[in-house]
């Protein structure tokens, strides 16, 4: 079985930093390949960043990259998202998914679009201002 299950999400003045944790099942965790979402109201879940489970290759969003760092503890089979350098468009409900075929990820390319996973966490809200 598959359970994801995020944390971390609160408000934070702009400019401000937050962690976000998703404690996975053991199943996501091995099998599949895991990435990080968000979503405003009216809007696309938008992909935010991505961690392969073997090499720990990192992807990010154009709107993230160079101030959210993906990780990954495999002990604790959780994901993290350090996001600092925080915007208020960076307002919104952030989800962790697995895609558990690895599918979203073909070669060097991450397709971070919902369509390529199959499992999702509840959410937690990020609110920054």
């Known amino acids: 079985h598959v359970q994801l299950v995020e944390s971390g999400g609160g408000s934070v003045q702009v400019g401000g930093s937050l962690r976000l944790s998703c404690a996975t099942s053991?199943?996501?965790?091995?099998?599949?390949?895991l990435g990080w979402f968000r979503q405003v109201e009216g809007k696309d879940r938008e992909g935010v960043a991505a961690?392969?489970?073997?090499?720990?290759?990192?992807y990010y969003g154009d709107s993230v990259k160079g101030r959210f760092t993906v990780s990954k503890d495999n002990a604790k089979y959780t994901l993290y998202l350090q996001m600092n350098t925080l915007k208020s468009e960076d307002s919104a409900m952030y989800y962790c998914?697995?895609?558990?075929?690895?599918?979203?990820?073909?070669?060097?390319?991450?397709?971070?679009?919902?369509?390529?996973?199959?499992?999702w966490g509840q959410g937690t809200q990020v609110t920054v201002s």
């Open positions: 998914a697995a895609d558990l075929g690895c599918r979203s990820h073909s070669g060097p390319t991450w397709h971070g679009t919902m369509q390529y996973y199959n499992y």
């Open positions: 053991g199943a996501a965790w091995t099998s599949g390949c």
């Open positions: 961690i392969t489970p073997g090499r720990g290759r990192r």
